[in-house]
Each structure stands twice: as C-alpha cells, then as structure tokens.
C-alpha cells in the first residue's frame, strides 16, 4: 500500500483520537473517605473527584480509571477546607507589641497544617494600612487571606491607637472595602478602653455602607456599655460578636446561666463566634452555655503569637474541644466550614459542590486519652482528637502528613528526584 499525505494525515488523526480517549477526565479522586458537606447535606462515605483545581464530582463510587491519581481515604473523613474568621496574620513589619507586626503571624505554618485552607484576619490593619498589609502577606500566602478592617484607621497597632476615636471613620474605612470587594469581607472594632459606643456606631456605619458585617471584640467591659444593649440594641443582623466564650463580659449572668441578651440577641440574628485565643476561652463559661444549647455558629482560633503555643495551639485543636464538649462531628464541621463562609458572604467557600474550588481536608478522628486547656489554664479530659491528614488549596496537594498521595521510595526509579505532578500536587518539594 502506498503511503500518501492523506494516509498520514488519517493516521495521525486516529492516534491523537486514541491518545485523547485514554486522557483520565479527573486530575485526583479521593476514594472511599466519609465526606461531610453540610451546605449539600452530606454526611456519607462518598468518593470525591478533582479536575482544573475544582471539585468535579461527588458520589457513591467513581471509576478510579477515570483519574489520573487516586488517593485512598478510607477510614478517614473528607471536608471542605476549614474556613478560620478569626486570626492575625499581619506579620512582617517589625512593628514591637502590635498585631500590625510582632504579635502576628504567617499563616500558611499554622494553616494547612491542620485543614484551614481560608482565614480572615480579624482587624489587624485599618484602611490607613491595610494595602501594606495586602502586599505583605495577603498576596504572598498559600493559605486564601481575607479581612476584617479595622475601624481604627491605624489598625491594631496597640496602645493610644486603638483608643483614638478621632481615627475611627466610618467612610474612608467603607471606601476601602469596596475597593476590594471579596477580600475586605467585614470590618473590626477591638480593644477600646473607654465608655463610648463610638467604635461600635462607626464600625456599623461603615459596615452599612460596604454592605458587609461586623466583627466585635467587645474591649473593656463598661458599665455604660452592657454587653446586651450590645447585641439586642447596636448590632445588626448578621453581625458578629466574638469571644463568646470569654467571661470578660458578663457572657454569664450572676446565676451561671448564659446572659439572657445573649439569647436576645442571636434571636434577633447575631452571630456568636468563639475567637478561643490566649485570654478568651473558660471551660467555666462553655461548659454550662453548651449545656444550655448556647453553642457556636462559628468556630474560630483568635490565632496570634499569644495563643499559638498555649490552650488554643491551633483550629482542630479548638474543634476538639467542642467534641469534647458534645457536639456532633457534623455540627462541629459545619460550624468551621459553611457556616462561617455564609457568615463572611463567601458562598463559593466551605463546600463541596460540584464546581467549586477544591479546598479540602482530610482528617482523622483518634481515640485515646487526651486533655484540653483552656485560657486560663483549666485542663478537660477527652476520649477523641482530629488530626489532619492532608489538605488540599484549589485541588493541589499542600499538606500530607503521611504521605498518602506519595508511592513508596521502592517503586520509584533509582535516580528519582520528584514525585509532584502540576495536576495534584502542590509543587516542586511538596
């Protein structure tokens, strides 16, 4: 038979044909893991694809020959990627004493270590700072960065800054969370010693006029300023009060019950966030309030160079303790994935739905005999503890505590220098 132009052409059609149908459709499939997805009502042993960084499919049982990797999951529980709305991560300025420098963080070593894939720092930076603190860090971190500003326009940068009520304006604070739409997510009051509701009033205005919420850190407690007019008279709906479990407040009434406004006010549609940090966070006040039902809607580290290292360590760790306390796997999943995306008006995050981006984690339930500290130095006995096993940012592979989507050293060739693959993996080294 002679070989023609036209012969070639065919052929090379029906290769690249052949080439083509062989290509799997799924960059990575976790297989046999139980997913929890409370946006979906997901609670179920599920297998869960990837492809171009989005979670591509869910269900029962997906053919493993459809994906370029499979990673077994089994025994293991698959989430959406933890969503922490409550750190301080504006590190890097040098700036001594102040959470806009020193007493802050970089995120990605105290992230996706433990499945936290979003954070939002919690008002480090005002509408004075916050572009330094963008190019700092936001813009440089593996770990999704988003942010309460600070109603301060100096930020939290201690001391006569956060007590300046001259810098607290409502409008160039607003102007600078439209300027970034989806990544300014709220604004902050912090700290404020003094027994003006300005702070609160201002960081409401500016929230109105960004149409964002709310975070408040309600400072020292005021006789002036009641924790109740607080959240039944000055907040919105849909603002956010943090520290709930703090005591600092009179979060508990003289009778050890949670303080009636509190209930007020999550009747009128606050949001109660835990903010556990180095000094908000009493087994004293937890323990009678979730037995009264007075539990999270969102669960949050206050992560800062105080805390790091002390009762709070770290986001599952805090998720333990709310385990220990009795709440349900699911609930405890629920609180620090969607509910605090929906929280934050960030609907695309602390899912799984088909189409969104595949920021996942993968965690282990463990038994033993554990105790958990909380800010004052009260230790609480447990049974369990999660631990992450992996974690995923945008369908790539970032954290692998035991190398689950790693092959043995013995199957590789002998002069093997990487194992990543750009379609799961999360880069050279990792």
């Not at 979670?55 to 922490?84: H, N, R």
């Not at 720092?121 to 603190?133: I, M, S």
């Not at 969370?177 to 509701?197: C, R």
Request: hydrophobic share 40%; charged share 25%.
């Amino acid at each position: 038979m002679r070989i023609t132009p036209r012969l070639l052409a065919l052929l090379g059609l029906a290769v690249a044909t052949s080439v083509s149908a062989a290509e799997p459709r799924y960059d990575l499939l976790l297989r046999g893991g139980h997913v929890i997805d409370p946006k979906n009502g997901v609670s179920a042993v599920r297998d869960v694809a990837i492809a171009g960084g989005k979670v591509a499919a869910v269900a029962a049982k997906i053919d493993p020959a459809e994906a370029f990797k499979v990673v077994d999951v089994s025994g293991l529980y698959v989430t959406p990627g933890l969503v922490d709305i409550h750190v301080h991560v504006f590190a890097g300025t040098g700036e001594k004493g102040s959470y806009a420098g020193d007493n802050s963080l970089y995120p990605d070593g105290y992230t996706l270590r433990v499945g936290v894939t979003t954070v939002a720092d919690a008002g480090c930076a005002g509408w004075r700072n916050f572009e330094d603190f963008k190019t700092r860090v936001i813009d440089r971190s593996r770990t999704r960065v988003l942010a309460f500003l600070n109603i301060v326009g100096n930020g939290m940068r201690g001391g006569g800054w956060e007590q300046d009520l001259a810098d607290m304006a409502a409008l160039p604070a607003a102007e600078m969370a439209k300027k970034y739409p989806g990544l300014i997510v709220g604004i902050k009051t912090a700290h404020y010693a003094g027994p003006e509701w300005t702070p609160v009033e201002h960081a409401v205005e500016a929230g109105t006029l960004a149409n964002i919420p709310v975070m408040v850190d309600f400072g020292a407690d005021k006789p002036e300023r009641p924790l109740a007019d607080l959240v039944t008279k000055k907040l919105r709906p849909g603002d956010i009060y943090t520290h709930m479990y703090s005591g600092l407040r009179h979060e508990q009434d003289a009778s050890g019950h949670v303080n009636p406004g509190l209930v007020e006010g999550r009747r009128r549609g606050v949001i109660f966030d835990v903010g556990h940090g180095g000094g908000s966070f009493a087994w004293r006040i937890a323990v009678p309030a979730i037995k009264e039902g007075f539990v999270p809607d969102s669960i949050s580290t206050d992560l800062h160079v105080g805390s790091m290292n002390a009762g709070m360590k770290d986001m599952l760790n805090v998720m333990s303790k709310f385990l220990a306390l009795g709440l349900s796997l699911d609930d405890v999943i629920k609180q620090s994935t969607w509910n605090p995306a929906h929280e934050i008006k960030q609907e695309g995050l602390g899912n799984l739905s088909v189409g969104a981006g595949a920021d996942v984690a993968v965690l282990r339930l463990e038994s033993g005999d554990f105790g958990f500290v909380d800010s004052f130095g009260g230790r609480l006995r447990a049974k369990q503890k999660l631990v992450c096993e992996m974690t995923l940012r945008d369908g790539k592979v970032v954290y692998d505590l035991n190398g689950l989507a790693r092959p043995d050293w013995e199957t590789l060739p002998r002069d093997y220098k990487s194992t990543s693959d750009p379609r799961w993996a999360g880069g050279p080294g990792r």
